[in-house]
């Protein structure tokens, strides 16, 4: 092996050297207390990509990834690095482990989510496009998402102001 | 842990259930031998993604992952899941250890591409998007990729048949 013991520099770097936030936009208490043990490192933006975005993101145990929801443009995508989540859609759950991946095709009306039921955090890598127009429906809550304001206007189904 | 003993059922899916290729597009012999240890799983296209497009790619050792180059419009971004790759763009060489990511915005003219110069094989996650009208330039030989026709069309540098 070649291994050495530089540090990555630009265009590559190591993702522990990238600010996680715990961040969430959602407009209620009530709905972001799920996400609490949520944290993300937005390393597609770290690296000065635009088009889409990729996140390394953590879930302590008993963590959400987000409300469940789908979009209506944004295809997106999932790699389990560590640990296990439980994915959630309209086919019931299933456990993901370290090496499974999944995909959320725009426009498919299946409100998806990850909960991390297991003892010890997950890791995954979630990407997502930024083509514009997108909405993102949720599936158990009275919210809905626009993009064309940074990030996410949030509102309730009906567009009116939460 | 609540790990099951189920394969992933969509929109989940395991990596290894998705066909392999080695296949290169590239116009001539002497462009495709680099690349003849280069095995790519298109997970994106199997979980019925569009806008972008994701590969789970090992590198035999001494494997490149494409000839140098860089996009006029498409971002990419590559996560290291095993093994070593050797990155190489203007700025010289870096060894990326699993962990380590690297993305290379659209229209930055720094051809890149990854060299497996380990002693076992390299696996990697790539994303780039498929924005229309994007050119591949590259670097080192006298090639250039134009998309709008599927994959890409494969030129001279200067448009001319191949």
Chains 1, 2 share one sequence.
Do not use: K
Request: aromatic share 8%; net charge negative.
């Amino acid at each position: 092996m070649t291994t050495n013991n530089q540090p990555p520099r630009l265009p590559a770097l190591d993702p522990a050297t990238v600010a996680a936030t715990s961040r969430s936009g959602y407009p209620s208490e009530e709905l972001r207390v799920p996400l609490a043990g949520r944290s993300r490192r937005a390393l597609g933006d770290a690296l000065g990509l635009v088009t889409f975005g990729v996140n390394l993101t953590e879930l302590a145990p008993g963590a959400w990834s987000s409300q469940r929801h789908w979009h209506t443009r944004q295809d997106e995508f999932i790699y389990v690095l560590e640990g296990e989540v439980t994915l959630i859609t309209n086919a019931g759950e299933q456990v993901l482990t370290p090496g499974m991946c999944a995909g959320f095709p725009a426009g498919v009306a299946d409100g998806h989510h990850l909960v991390n039921r297991g003892s010890v955090p997950a890791r995954f890598l979630e990407v997502g496009d930024r083509l514009p127009g997108d909405v993102g429906h949720y599936s158990e809550v009275d919210l809905a998402a626009r993009s064309g304001r940074a990030p996410y206007a949030f509102t309730r189904r009906d567009g009116s102001a939460y």
